[in-house]
C-alpha cells in the first residue's frame, strides 16, 4: 500500500487517505443528487448522512475484524462514527445541493468556491482524523465537534430555504 499498512498515518498519508475517501463519497453522492434530482439542502443532507454512514459501518466492521481487542477497537470507532464519515459526507452532498440549485446537475455546476470549501473541508478533517498525533481522543472530539458546528450551519441554511419555500407557497395563496 502506497501510504502504509496500518492506521497510523504521517501527514502525506492521512491528506491522501481524506482525499480518496471523501472524492469516492462525493461521487456517489454527485451520482444520487443527479439521479433522485434532488434540489433542497435537507435532501442532500439526508443522502449524504447515509452515504457516509454505509461507508463508516463498512469501516468499522473491517476494523473490527482486523483489531486484536474484542470490544474497545469497535466501541471507539462507532462512537467516533457520530461525527466522522456521516457528517463529511453530510457536508459535502448538502454542499453540491446548495450550489446546484434547481439546475439540472452538472460538474459546472460544482466547479466553483462555494462547494469547494465544504469539500475541502471534509477532506481536512478526515485527514487530520487518520493524522497520528497525541491526545487523540482530544483530538477526535474536537473534530466531531468541528464537523457538527458546520452541520448545524447547513441546517440554518436548510431552514432558512424552508421558510422561503414556506414563504413562497403561502404568497400564492
Known amino acids: 500500500m502506497i ?3 496500518n492506521s497510523q498515518f504521517d501527514i502525506f498519508g492521512s491528506t491522501l487517505v481524506g482525499l480518496v475517501e471523501e472524492s469516492g463519497k462525493a461521487l456517489v453522492g454527485y451520482y ?3 439521479k433522485l434530482r ?3 439542502i435537507f435532501n442532500g443532507m439526508l443522502v449524504g448522512g447515509a452515504i457516509g454512514a454505509g461507508f463508516a459501518a463498512f469501516e468499522n466492521i473491517e476494523y473490527a475484524t482486523a483489531s486484536n481487542s474484542e470490544i474497545l477497537e469497535p466501541l471507539i470507532r462507532s462512537v467516533g462514527s457520530l461525527g466522522s464519515h456521516a457528517i463529511w459526507c453530510a457536508i459535502t452532498v448538502s454542499a453540491i445541493v446548495l450550489v446546484n440549485g434547481n439546475q439540472p446537475l452538472t460538474f ?3 466547479n466553483n468556491w462555494h462547494f469547494a470549501r465544504f469539500f475541502l473541508l471534509a477532506v481536512v478533517l478526515h485527514s487530520l482524523w487518520d493524522l497520528q498525533t497525541p491526545f487523540t481522543y482530544v483530538k477526535i472530539l474536537a473534530l466531531i465537534c468541528v464537523g457538527w458546528i458546520v452541520l448545524f450551519v447547513l441546517i440554518h441554511t436548510g431552514l432558512r430555504e424552508v421558510q422561503f419555500i414556506q414563504n413562497h407557497l403561502t404568497q400564492d395563496k
Request: proline share 0%; aromatic share 8%; glycine share 8%.
Open 3 to 5: 501510504v502504509g499498512t
Open 32 to 34: 444520487f443528487v443527479s
Open 38 to 40: 434532488l434540489s433542497h
Open 108 to 110: 459546472q455546476n460544482i
